[in-house]
């Protein structure tokens, strides 16, 4: 049963430093008359650190082709990230492409015709064209010129052939659709028709 308050009799009575009893600060002894004692403290004993392992050929071999795969590594990653970056708007240049398509194709529409009136217009239609592709070449966009190339099948998409050409066989003889470049790698290949030899 814990004690009542009220009936305990005992007062504990604590000394603060100085202060008087209501709580006010007194001057204490001058600081530079108070002598400070420093007791000689134990030393502790020195830490001896182990000897070096003795080199062992085998693992000193180790390290190193550790360490330069960790610098192939860091390499690689480097290339990756700079690639990655490079290639990154190619998603959006690719669906641009119908649109260059259809400027070709609306210009060349408008030069045919008879008449002559949207000659400003189609001319405000090319320079819009010029302006989209200059844009885009700043970004990494070329075209493919493959006529008179050898049809290569990485970087064209034969679908005509042309067995009255007097090219040699396999030879691009015209281009159907585009082909674009985005950097170093091919975006889109080239719609082309290629030459054949009826002997062939």
């Known amino acids: 049963m814990a004690p009542d308050p009220e009936q305990s009799d005992d007062i504990e009575i604590l000394e603060v430093v100085g ?17 400070v004692v420093f007791e000689d403290l134990p030393v502790a004993p020195a830490v001896r650190r182990p000897a070096p392992p003795t080199e062992d050929p085998a693992l000193k071999e180790r390290f190193l082709r550790l360490q330069a795969d960790f610098e192939n590594y860091k390499k690689r990653i480097e290339r990756e990230r700079s690639d ?4 990154a708007t190619s998603g959006l240049v690719a669906r641009l492409l119908p649109v260059l398509d259809n400027f070709e194709r609306a210009i060349a ?12 217009l189609t001319e405000g239609v090319a320079l819009i064209q010029r302006q989209l592709l200059d844009e885009l070449a ?3 966009l070329h075209p493919m010129d493959p006529v008179g190339a050898t049809f290569d099948p990485e970087l ?4 005509a052939t ?3 050409s007097d090219a040699p066989s396999h030879t691009v003889t015209a281009v ?3 082909g674009w470049f985005f950097h170093d790698r091919v975006l889109r290949a080239a719609l082309v ?3 054949v030899r009826e002997e062939s």
């Open 19 to 35: 202060v008087d009893e209501d709580g006010i600060p007194v001057e204490t002894e001058d600081p530079e008359d108070v002598e």
């Open 84 to 87: 990655y970056f490079r290639h």
């Open 109 to 120: 529409a408008a030069r045919g015709r008879a008449d002559a009136g949207g000659d400003a």
């Open 138 to 140: 700043r970004e990494g």
């Open 156 to 159: 064209h998409e034969a679908v």
């Open 162 to 164: 042309d067995p009255a």
């Open 176 to 178: 159907l659709q585009r």
């Open 193 to 195: 028709r290629v030459s």
